[in-house]
């Protein structure tokens, strides 16, 4: 049997795109590979948001020349941003030993080149395992790999693909191409899916979540998706339901409300800032202000009882001045959000900025401004968290982690606990006994306190 291997770099989406090539993998009669020297198939999926994002997955895709000039049988795929939407001629050129160049969230070009080399009888094989799989499973698609169902406690839904947005520093749009909203019916048959094959949370996927159904004339929008899949979370045992990522100008109340509404959808949203000066998001072509963003956060407070705000922040924008990042440094140490995804501008090719700007932040002053938001959200972070201890939490157990089980709140963070008995995919209620910036211990009840030389691990 042929074995296959991905590896995959970026985004959760990307995570998505992975797990659903995997499938079709499998469902052709080929198995994944625990090694990548044992695999006939071997597939790199792309990130480009990030130069070192970038950078990586080149590298990987570069180490599997000599691979394929001994073993010239074996297959070599690229998927994701790196190819893009458009045909990638460019980089069919830079890679000539690559078979097969798949575009984000598209597994096809994979399939038809094995099936062209599939003989007459593997392909009526597979053609009738496609049939018997339809048949036991009316409502969709198996959609997760063998090695991953029934031991995947949460996984992601992209309920639309691409971006029609454009933030002057952003490629997505360039990668992955305009919105396109998949149908209220696809979506539950994936929900429904997972939490047949053992998945206990969702988490709903967009480059603009918020925009879902934007594209569909008096089509749904999120707060209706949200309706419908927590119906089939109540139907399936599905037990938690998550979305990302918002943008400040396309939350609206109507969603708020249905997110305080309904028991399984958490009370955590994300929702990018980006910058914190008003001149800095004009030019980032963001849509807001300051003072928006500040009114947001509190009306999302308001509404959501206990909820968990998280925000992406890029520091060293072109023309970024020191004055304009400490408006940046005020905003986060004001709102004290529950965490801040940090990253330094690094300029990307046929984006705005690129094009039109400047990179004139040299990069020792990225560095600087980075660690200053890293060690101020640390103690933002290490204060929320310490509200919690000797509090009773639920967590959803992921896994063990070093000897602990290892979950999440409904607010996403990060807990350990000690317990002889199984609790993976189950709801466990502990007290919190420790407090980090990055993580929290808890016991059972009628536990004896956990005592542990501060084990900490990032979320």
């Given at each position: ?238 037990e938690r339901i998550r979305f990302l990522t918002s943008h400040p100008n396309w939350m609206d109340d109507k969603l708020l ?203």
């Amino acid at each position: 049997m042929t074995k296959y291997y991905i590896w995959t770099y970026g985004c959760q989406m990307n995570t998505a795109d992975s797990q659903h090539l995997a499938s079709e993998l499998e469902r052709m009669g080929h198995q994944a590979a625990a090694d990548p020297d044992e695999a006939d198939i071997l597939v790199v999926n792309t990130c480009v948001v990030r130069q070192s994002a970038e950078d990586k997955g080149l590298g990987r895709l570069l180490s599997l020349r000599p691979l394929k000039e001994s073993h010239p049988d074996k297959v070599i795929g690229v998927m994701g941003c790196m190819v893009g939407v458009r045909d990638p001629l460019h980089m069919r050129q830079k890679l000539p030993f690559v078979d097969v160049f798949l575009p984000p969230s598209e597994p096809t070009p994979m399939v038809d080149f094995l099936r062209d080399r599939m003989s007459e009888s593997d392909l009526m094989a597979y053609e009738q395992a496609q049939r018997e799989q339809r048949d036991a499973i009316q409502d969709g698609d198996l959609i997760l790999p063998e090695h991953e169902a029934n031991s995947l406690i949460s996984a992601h839904v992209p309920v639309v693909y691409g971006c029609s947005h454009a933030c002057s520093f952003c490629i997505i749009p360039f990668r992955r191409g305009i919105e396109r909203s998949r149908s209220v019916g696809e979506i539950v048959a994936h929900v429904r899916s997972l939490a047949l094959q053992g998945v206990k949370e969702v988490t709903l996927l967009g480059q603009i979540v918020d925009r879902y159904g934007k594209d569909i004339p008096d089509g749904p929008d999120l707060a209706d998706l949200l309706r419908v899949v927590h119906g089939v979370a109540e139907e399936t045992g599905l037990e938690r339901i998550r979305f990302l990522t918002s943008h400040p100008n396309w939350m609206d109340d109507k969603l708020l409300d249905t997110v305080a509404e309904l028991p399984r959808v958490m009370p955590h949203i994300e929702v990018p800032v980006q910058a914190g000066n008003d001149q800095v998001l004009e030019n980032m072509k963001r849509g807001y202000t300051n003072a928006q963003y500040r009114a947001l956060v509190e009306r999302i407070r308001q509404r959501i009882p206990d909820v968990a705000i998280n925000t992406d922040i890029i520091v060293g924008f072109c023309g970024e001045t020191e004055a304009q990042f400490m408006d940046t440094y005020n905003l986060l140490a004001d709102l004290k959000l529950d965490k801040a995804h940090l990253a330094r501008y690094s300029p990307r090719p046929n984006t705005v900025s690129d094009r039109r700007m400047d990179d004139d932040v040299p990069e020792d002053e990225k560095k600087r401004r980075h660690q200053m938001l890293d060690e101020l959200q640390a103690q933002i972070v290490a204060e929320i968290n310490g509200r919690h201890l000797g509090q009773m939490v639920e967590v959803l157990v992921e896994g063990e982690h070093k000897g602990k089980w290892r979950g999440r709140t409904p607010q996403n963070k990060l807990v350990f606990f000690e317990s002889a008995e199984d609790w993976k995919g189950r709801l466990a209620r502990v007290e919190i006994v420790w407090t980090g910036p990055y993580s929290m211990q808890g016991r059972l009840p009628q536990q004896q306190p956990v005592h542990d030389p501060l084990l900490v691990v990032s979320g």
